[in-house]
C-alpha cells in the first residue's frame, strides 16, 4: 500500500484521481494547499507527493521542506490547457515527472505502482510492528 499525495485546488480531478488509486490499493489522501499538505505529511510522509505544477511554480523551495519518507518522490501535473509554468531550477531537479492530467492518469498509476514496488524491494516501505514485538 503505497501513500500517495495529492495537493491542488482542482478538488473533483484529485478526488477522482484519490479513488482511482485507491480501488488499486493504494492510500491516497489530497489537499488543497501546501500549509494542509505539510500538516498532512508532517503526520504520515507520503511516498508519493503530487503536486499542481502552477501551486509549486508559486510555492518555489517552500515544496522542497514538504517531508517525504525513504524513496519518496515529487510529481507535479497540470491540465492540458494550461500553460508551463517555471520552476525553480531546484525544484526541476526534485522532480521525477511533470504530467498532464486527467490524459496521463495511467502513467500517475504506474508511476505510484512503481514506486511502492521499489520502496518494498530495498525495504523503505513503512511497515507496523505486530504487537507481539513491540516494547513494552
Known amino acids: 500500500m503505497t501513500h500517495v499525495l495529492l495537493v491542488g485546488g482542482d478538488v473533483a480531478l484529485l478526488e477522482g484521481l484519490a479513488q482511482s488509486l485507491a480501488a488499486q490499493g493504494h492510500a491516497p489522501s ?3 494547499s501546501l500549509a494542509e499538505a505539510r500538516e ?3 503526520i504520515e510522509p507520503p511516498l508519493v507527493l503530487v503536486v499542481n505544477r502552477a501551486l509549486a511554480s508559486s510555492a518555489g523551495a517552500e ?3 514538504i517531508p517525504l519518507s525513504a524513496g519518496g518522490a515529487r510529481l507535479l501535473y497540470r491540465a492540458a490547457t ?3 509554468a517555471p520552476l525553480l ?3 526541476q531537479r526534485s522532480v521525477l515527472a511533470d504530467l498532464t492530467l486527467p490524459l496521463e492518469r495511467h502513467r ?3 508511476l505510484v ?3 511502492g514496488e521499489r ?3 530495498t525495504g523503505r516501505d513503512l511497515r507496523p510492528a505486530p504487537p507481539d514485538t513491540r516494547a513494552r
Open 30 to 32: 489530497v489537499a488543497t
Open 40 to 42: 498532512l505529511a508532517t
Open 63 to 65: 515544496l522542497l521542506g
Open 82 to 84: 494550461v500553460p508551463l
Open 89 to 91: 531550477p531546484a525544484l
Open 108 to 110: 500517475l498509476s504506474a
Open 113 to 115: 505502482h512503481s514506486l
Open 119 to 121: 520502496a518494498r524491494a
